[in-house]
């Protein structure tokens, strides 16, 4: 009872630590994918409306344009500067 327990192992460091190492590639891709997602839901929404010949207040034509101001607002806050 008097032996003293064998010493942890040492862990190893990763410096510098880097927390989000992927940053730049993630931002120009959710760039890409919000810019497609609202070019396309923008477009969607015109077709519906000027082609189909929904009335503005129809699901059809009011989902599509939401999306758009939506992912639009998503790409100006990711492209915006920060801090």
Do not use: C, N
């Not at 839901?41 to 989902?63: C, I, K, N």
Request: charged share 15%; hydrophobic share 45%.
């Amino acid at each position: 009872m008097s032996e003293k327990p064998p010493p942890l192992p040492g862990t190893r460091s990763r410096l510098p630590f880097d927390p989000q190492p992927f940053k730049g590639g993630l931002r120009r891709g959710a760039v890409f994918i919000y810019g497609v997602l609202a070019i396309g839901l923008a477009g969607l929404a015109v077709y519906m409306g000027v082609v189909e010949r929904h009335p503005l207040t129809s699901p059809y034509v009011l989902a599509p344009g939401v999306g758009a101001i939506w992912f639009g607002l998503r790409l100006f806050m990711t492209l915006a500067p920060r801090g």
